[in-house]
T-cell receptor
């Protein structure tokens, strides 16, 4: 079955600290992987995506993620968190073949940032 | 590029009433997706269109739900005889069909059924 697991429901970090949000997926074919961020009352903003090639991808706002096929993981990282990064983060997986490219989503990780 | 827009942003209705939401995709995008998101959950796929054709509907989409994209541009999602369980955020995304397809989301319509 296709699924995405984000093991951490809620994470709190101090401003300036490093951050890693975990994402594991189960997908029968070669996956496309995405991280989106959602601020309260807002829609989903794309942070970064992985389709192929270099397994370390850079995104907006200083975020990066690394695709590890052997671990079925796509963890999101940021070296120094800013207070404005407080939000809900979603990992999603989609297909790269066939007609329906619907995304399968994790439950999200809520990030709080202490001043 | 004005992004994906959705209207209304908020809707409060009484149980049993019909509601309709609109989504305007990014202009050159030929694919349009609807998702539903409840509190504490990730989005769940409802349906998608390629141009004006509705190509797949989730089992989540009961007979009370109908979606259209009449001219391959904007789309509407109608819920008939709303129930309290329909309360959720309804998200629309659009994309350009390509080998590396990326979905861009609108701000969502938050529905509250009383």
């Amino acid at each position: 079955a296709q699924s995405v697991t984000q093991p951490d429901i809620h994470i709190t970090v101090s401003e300036g600290a490093s951050l890693e949000l975990r994402c594991n997926y189960s997908y029968g074919a070669t996956p496309y992987l995405f991280w989106y961020v959602q601020s309260p009352g807002q829609g989903l903003q794309l942070l970064l995506k992985y389709f192929s090639g270099d397994t370390l991808v850079q995104g907006i706002k200083g975020f990066e993620a690394e695709f590890k096929r052997s671990q079925s993981s796509f963890n999101l990282r940021k070296p120094s968190v800013h207070w404005s990064d407080a939000a809900e983060y979603f990992c999603a997986v989609g297909g790269n073949a066939g007609n329906n490219r619907k995304l399968i989503w994790g439950l999200g990780t809520s990030l709080a940032v202490n001043p | 590029d004005t992004g994906v827009s959705q209207n209304p942003r908020h809707k409060i209705t009484k149980r049993g009433q019909n509601v309709t939401f609109r989504c305007d995709p990014i202009s050159e995008h030929n694919r349009l997706y609807w998702y539903r998101q409840t509190l504490g959950q990730g989005p769940e796929f409802l349906t998608y269109f390629q141009n004006e054709a509705q190509l797949e509907k989730s089992r989540l989409l009961s007979d009370r739900f109908s979606a259209e994209r009449p001219k391959g541009s904007f789309s509407t999602l109608e819920i008939q005889r709303t129930e309290q369980g329909d309360s959720a955020m309804y998200l629309c995304a659009s994309s350009l069909l390509a080998g590396q397809e990326t979905q861009y989301f609108g701000p969502g319509t938050r529905l509250l059924v009383l």
